[in-house]
């Protein structure tokens, strides 16, 4: 029986770490799209407003990357708080969470 759970508790964080790897390529992704899109509507505006554009450029660069900051501040500190959690504190969430990993 304790072997059963410290093999779901096992599975639970590797299912863990998967997610969080997967939401820093998702934001990785993201964050290169915004950077994208920013840099073209900045292109965009450039055109038609000279000066303004290169401002806006940079304004823009300056808000995508405090936005990145922000998600991956909050995803490594999501991180450090789960790996501070002691076994049995991990076993009791990952028992109450398991049927919604399981889900997804």
Known sequence: MDKDILNEV?????????????????????????????????????????????????????DAAARARQVVAEAEQQARSLARLDDSTLAGIVMKRIPRILME
Request: with cysteine; glycine share 4%; hydrophobic share 35%.
């Open 10 to 62: 096992i599975e639970a964080e590797k299912n863990i770490q998967r997610c969080l790897e997967a939401e820093q390529a998702r934001l990785a992704l993201w964050l290169d799209q915004v950077r994208r899109d920013a840099e073209e509507s900045v292109r965009a505006e450039e055109r038609n407003n000279g000066d303004s554009g290169r401002l806006a450029l940079e304004e823009a660069k300056r």
